[in-house]
């Protein structure tokens, strides 16, 4: 069935026992990220220490592939110089801009390859971006000191802009 | 014939009537399409009716003096006075085409903020702080949206009457909501997520008690109930061609004649002018004050045949049987779909003022919710196209404290044996995401 390329048992696994969920302190910035058209909603907080991605955790409510890559992401960037996760972030777009055409680099993108089969289903692409998009908000409010010390970063409860790549007509 | 004495929709005779219904999807699966209430299939007669326009009579309309421009303006006239007659109003000049619902509901809430600038005759429309307006709990975006910004504009207080948890609306505080600071009062006649069919009644009572004007969100009652403007009692009526079987691009804004002589124009241009100086303008009478600009005269075309499709239908029936059959379609499903394990209801759980879009949440043996998302992935590969998400009445979502729903909505071509698709669907579905 073709849905089998869709749901991988991966991401039906990381779906099913989420790792690293769950809103942790301490945390350098916290964002909230939704997908207006299927209501999706992540909150995430990272940690940097030292220009590495020291924590990430999230709380988050939506279907079976933005909460398994939610998972599969933090398993990913946690450990990772910045640099690095925000080259992975580009290779994980790539992969999901792709419409099924890339051949995913296991060695880099380990339990994310497993989305190469979503990047075929143009509405649900969102759904695997959305965390990675939150993540990449974050990261990019404490590296420009926009989100102060301490856990402050969290901007009142407004939702952040929706990126370019989620937005779709109703 | 029935007992009751309409005659009764052939849906397998109308399902011919529609040919996108004879494809399939995902290598030879037939279409079970049950996204009516996000839009409706078009009939060959009406995509007939839209290529004849082009290919015979295509002109602008209300100028030149051309043989193809008066055919244009006949066919684009015409397509007013078949609306007129399907919601049966008084007058065609109370027919303004518009874009869509939204730009129906639009075009109401912009008079109200250009009223200030257009003296004494536009006072029924003025609007500012200390005055109140009142929408609903279960508005779709498209009417909740306009008037939060007219109040932002204005400095008005929008108000609204909640929900009961059955999904109906909590008419117990309708007086102190609907009071005499009210200067309109804005309301869906079928709910978009919940099905649901408000009583028109006592809110319009109420609101014509202390003076409000009632504009009233058809976009999803008028493809699907017979609707009589002058038996509703209400000031305006906004809905939508596309869910009628008609083109995108065209909906109607339906208003009592003595209102629209004194409501101020929304988009200012061509066509909805009097007289033209480069000082000031004046404005056409209703409706071309309200339509500037190149009309869309192909979809007017296309929504006059597709209200000649629907009035026809049944030997004349029309819509009392396209409402019968959608009535004994939404007993069926709420029936079939009770019989799911782990399917709860959005929205009321029996027919009874209740229309055919079905909301529900779908749980797997374990307990865990399936999310929406997914329900309708799974669904569509086996060739049943629902919607899923907040269908733009997030409030909705909030209220019963879900993130999404699933919507299954029918319409005159859908049948008994694709409900039953559906509930085998579920199932799968179910099977799809057991740990």
């Known amino acids: ?170 | 014939m029935t007992a009751g004495g309409a005659a009764e929709l052939d849906v397998e005779l109308v399902r011919k009537d529609f040919p996108i219904l004879e494809r399939t999807v995902h290598d030879g699966r037939p279409l079970v399409y049950l996204d009516n209430a996000a839009t409706a299939q078009k009939p060959r007669a009406v995509i007939d009716a839209m290529r004849d326009y082009y290919e015979l009579h295509n002109a602008n309309v209300h100028r030149g003096i051309h043989a193809l421009a008066e055919e244009a303006t006949a066919l684009y006239e015409g397509a007013r006075d078949k609306v007129a007659a399907f919601v049966n109003a008084p007058d065609r000049h109370e027919i303004v085409f518009t874009k869509n619902s939204s730009e129906a509901l639009n075009l109401v809430t912009y008079a109200f903020s250009n009223a200030a600038t257009q003296g004494e005759q536009a006072e029924r429309f003025r609007l500012g702080p200390g005055d109140e307006v009142v929408v609903t709990e279960m508005e779709h975006h498209s009417n909740l949206v306009p008037w939060q910004m007219l109040c932002q504009r204005t400095g008005a207080r929008l108000r609204w009457l909640g929900l009961t948890d059955e999904g109906r609306l909590d008419l117990g505080n309708l007086d102190e909501v609907i009071n005499e600071r009210t200067k309109v009062v804005s309301f869906v006649h079928q709910s978009n997520i919940l099905g649901t069919v408000n009583p028109v009644a006592p809110i319009a009572a109420r609101a014509r008690q202390v003076g409000a004007l009632v504009v009233l969100d058809g976009s999803q009652s008028v493809p699907h109930l017979p609707i009589d403007v002058t038996a509703l009692d209400v000031d305006f009526l906004a809905f939508t061609g596309h869910k009628m079987c008609g083109p995108t691009g065209i909906g109607v804004l339906w208003g009592r004649r003595e209102l629209l002589e004194v409501m101020p124009p929304f988009l200012g241009g061509g066509e909805m002018i009097e007289l033209v100086t480069m000082e000031a303008s004046t404005y056409a009478p209703p409706p071309h004050r309200f339509e500037a600009g190149t009309p869309m005269i192909a979809q007017a075309v296309g929504l006059g045949a597709a209200v000649d499709y629907l009035t026809g239908l049944a030997g004349g029936a029309g819509m009392a049987a396209v409402a019968a059959h959608e009535h004994r379609l939404t007993e069926y499903a709420l029936a079939r779909l009770a019989e799911v394990p782990g399917l709860q209801i959005i929205g009321p759980t029996g027919a009874v003022d209740r229309g055919g879009a079905i909301s529900f949440l779908l749980s797997g043996a374990d307990g865990r919710a399936i999310h929406p998302h997914d329900v309708g992935q799974v669904l569509d590969e086996q060739g049943i196209a629902v919607r899923v998400g907040h269908h733009c009445a997030r409030p909705v979502c909030l209220r019963f404290g879900v993130p999404a729903t699933t919507r299954a909505s029918f319409h005159l071509y859908t049948t008994t044996s694709e409900i039953d698709a559906l509930v085998e669907g579920l199932a799968g579905v179910r099977r799809f995401f057991q740990s």
């Open chain 1, 1 to 170: 069935m073709k849905l089998d390329s869709m749901y991988q048992e991966i991401i039906l696994d990381h779906y099913r026992n989420p790792h690293h969920r769950g809103l942790r302190e301490p945390y350098d910035a916290e964002v909230h990220h939704v997908n207006p058209t299927c209501g999706d909603e992540v909150t995430l907080r990272v940690r940097i220490v030292d220009g590495t991605v020291a924590d990430v955790s999230y709380d988050s409510e939506g279907c079976s592939i933005s909460q398994a890559s939610a998972s599969v992401m933090s398993d990913l960037v946690i450990g990772k110089s910045v640099e690095k996760a925000l080259a992975l972030e580009r290779e994980f777009l790539t992969l999901m801009q792709s419409r099924g055409t890339v051949e995913p680099d296991e060695d880099v993108l380990e339990d994310a390859v497993a989305f190469a089969g979503v990047s075929k289903y143009p509405a649900r692409v969102k759904c695997a971006l959305l965390s990675w998009m939150a993540w990449k908000d974050a990261t990019a409010q404490v590296v420009s000191g926009r989100a102060g010390a301490g856990g402050a970063g969290h901007a009142g409860g407004r939702p952040a802009p929706v990126p370019e790549q989620e937005k779709q007509p109703r």
